[in-house]
């Protein structure tokens, strides 16, 4: 899937959550608001309507009194009136009653009512002669009619209740659904950008780790490669890598093939001059005798390039012979010192030795960590001016051996020291060399499963690190 799909895709599963959740909010909220409105619509009004027809009960209970004892038409018109108006209420209350005991009890009220109304009116119709002192049957219908009000009002009170409980839980689930549909939203809108942030910078990382190993000069096995931009880039990467390992490859083959296939006629070269110059096949003239140490140096610089070259493919092939055996480093670098003395002396140069600790034995090569430190202190002696300082400082580091040259010469330019250990790279092309020596020097030390560091200051000298584990 490519990675514009599966971002689109994420991106639509957040806003498809975000749009559930707000669906479930907004029908929660509309049976809310449902309930509520049957409250402020229904149920409120009919108590109030039913309470306000037990009160019109009462004052049509007190006219009929009033015009039975008076005899006043005027109470008797009032009465008609107060029936009307009971009349309309029953009726709007018919619309407002929703249960089917609400309606049975309103139709109690409406036929009691009913009664009442037609006792009423004929006994307003009796001549006084016709009326009897007992209590009127109008006060025991009107009384009827006040009870079913009174048991409505109860059932409609009680739907009053219920309906108010029910909005309550309504809105406790709605906010627990809400919250928790609100809650799940985020977590799945948190994991799956997530998810992709991680497959993204997962494979980013991979390449940025995998580029800096190229840039180092170490061709790792390729990278995983996805269905996505990102898997063409990886493709192309491991595409890349594959075609500078194998341009590196003939690059060392040439090397390793050119180097081997030089050191036996330069041998024979140098054995030549060497014969020449001792006179073996008869003696020379002194113009003879210069141009033969002329071949002969020439020959022996040509013949220790070839054997750096040599050295540097096995160290990059990993099939450098090493002889592992105890070796004190202390006589190591002293031999070292020793042999570069001359050298130091002949440049005006001050080369001191410097010891911190008693412990220096490592296992490893004497030979080859004899050339590690020969190689350091020759660079140092050659690129330190008269009259300056070259020191060689041991130090007892606990699990590791720590060598240090330290020296007061030209110093290393800042554009040059990260890559001054790499093969045929030298700070100051003017002062001569391969540009192999630091390469040899931290294969060998990477040999032993040791490190090699560099620090210098321009103008002012530079000091090389070499740090060696007792046991490799």
Do not use: C
Not at 193 to 220: C, D, E, P, Q
Not at 422 to 450: N, Y
């Amino acid at each position: 899937m490519r990675l514009a799909s599966k971002i689109f895709l994420t991106s639509s599963l957040v806003i498809l959550v975000l749009a559930g959740v707000g669906a479930l909010s907004l029908g929660a909220v509309g049976r809310l608001v449902s309930v509520n409105r049957e409250i402020t619509t229904q149920t409120v009004p009919a108590l109030r309507v039913t309470g306000g027809l037990r009160d019109q009960m009462m004052s049509l209970a007190r006219l009929d009194a009033r015009y039975t004892v008076l005899r006043d038409a005027r109470y008797a018109a009032a009465w008609n009136e107060g029936a009307v108006r009971v009349q309309a209420d029953f009726a709007r209350l018919r619309t407002l009653v929703r249960t089917s005991r609400e309606r049975t009890l309103l139709g109690e009220a409406v036929a009691a009512f009913e009664a009442y109304h037609a006792e009423v009116v004929a006994d307003h119709d009796r001549t006084p002669r016709g009326r009897t002192l007992a209590e009127p049957r109008s006060r025991v219908l009107g009384e009827r009619v006040e009870e079913a009000l009174e048991r409505l009002w109860e059932a409609t009170y009680a739907r009053v209740v219920g309906a108010q409980a029910e909005a309550a839980r309504l809105e406790a689930r709605t906010w627990t659904g809400v919250l928790l549909a609100l809650g799940a939203a985020v977590v799945l809108a948190l994991v799956g950008t997530a998810v992709l942030a991680h497959r993204i910078t997962r494979s980013l990382r991979r390449l940025s780790a995998a580029t800096t190993a190229v840039a180092a000069g170490s061709y790792r096995e390729p990278i995983p490669e996805a269905r996505d931009e990102l898997g063409a880039l990886a493709r192309s990467f491991n595409a890349m890598a594959a075609q500078l390992r194998r341009i590196d490859e003939t690059k060392e083959e040439f090397y390793a093939t050119l180097s081997h296939e030089l050191r036996s006629p330069l041998t024979s070269v140098r054995e030549a001059a060497h014969l020449l110059r001792d006179g073996v096949p008869g003696s020379l003239n002194a113009k003879q005798a210069r141009l033969v140490t002329v071949i002969g140096n020439s020959t022996d610089r040509l013949l220790r390039l070839v054997n750096q070259m040599l050295e540097l493919s096995r160290l990059r092939a990993g099939v450098l012979p090493l002889a592992r055996e105890r070796v004190d480093v202390a006589r190591v670098v002293g031999r070292a010192v020793e042999e570069l003395r001359p050298q130091a002396e002949e440049g005006g140069v001050a080369l001191t030795r410097e010891r911190v600790g008693d412990q220096f034995e490592v296992r490893g090569d004497e030979d080859r960590l004899a050339q590690v430190v020969v190689n350091l202190v020759a660079n140092a002696v050659r690129f330190t001016p008269r009259g300056g300082r070259v020191t060689v400082r041991l130090i007892d580091a606990g699990p590791e051996i720590e060598i240090q040259v330290e020296d007061t010469g030209v110093g290393i330019p800042a554009a040059a020291l990260p890559r001054i250990f790499d093969s045929w790279r030298q700070a100051h092309i003017d002062r001569g060399g391969t540009g192999l020596g630091l390469a040899v020097v931290r294969g060998v030390v990477l040999a032993h499963g040791g490190r090699v560091t560099a620090e210098s200051q321009e103008g002012k000298g530079s000091r090389f690190t070499v740090l060696l584990p007792r046991e490799p």
